[in-house]
């Protein structure tokens, strides 16, 4: 990786100095996360204001049925926008709608996927053990039994042919 040749594993530095760094790395970590806080609390802030709509965007109201008041706030405006375009068919907006509502469509369709399977392994298992048990031990037998006694010998009867010198095992 670039740029890394100047690194030093902390495990080598003396104990001051991995304080200092692990001390440093917290306070920058505070920091950013008191930053993104702040960034959140004016988004929300922000999404919460109170918006006037135009004729458009009224008319996008009344088709979709969403009811028009003097409250109309920005986050609003945004979801609605989101869902009209992802009715006419922006697969982005559409694939975004259905994460924030908790759904995701790849995830489903191998949720999907797995119960199918697992329903498949469950019937497979059930006719296994509704066969007689003994039936297989007969199936098994039958393989391993030679030719004097009705079975197939294993190879389906063909005798085969060995190079000079060797003989059969078993």
Do not use: C, H, W
């Not at 609003?76 to 259905?98: C, F, P, S, W």
């Amino acid at each position: 990786m670039p740029g890394t040749k100047n690194l030093k594993p902390v495990t080598t530095r003396s104990k001051e100095e991995a304080r200092e760094i692990s001390a440093k790395g917290g306070r920058a970590s505070g920091a950013a996360r008191r930053k993104n806080a702040t960034f959140k609390a004016a988004l929300s802030g922000l999404l919460q204001n109170k918006i006037d709509l135009s004729d458009n965007e009224k008319k996008l109201y009344k088709r979709y049925n969403i009811p028009l008041d003097a409250d109309n706030t920005v986050l609003e405006r945004m979801i609605t926008v989101m869902v009209a375009n992802a009715l006419k068919g922006d697969q982005n907006a559409l694939e975004y709608a259905l994460k924030i509502m908790g759904e995701d469509p790849v995830l489903a369709l191998k949720k999907k996927e797995l119960e199918i399977r697992e329903r498949e392994q469950k019937a497979a298992d059930l006719s296994r053990a509704a066969a007689p048990p003994k039936l297989f031990e007969v199936i098994d037998g039958l393989a391993a039994a030679g030719p004097e006694t009705g079975g197939v010998p294993p190879g389906g009867g063909q005798e085969a042919e060995l190079p000079d010198g060797e003989r059969p095992v078993g």
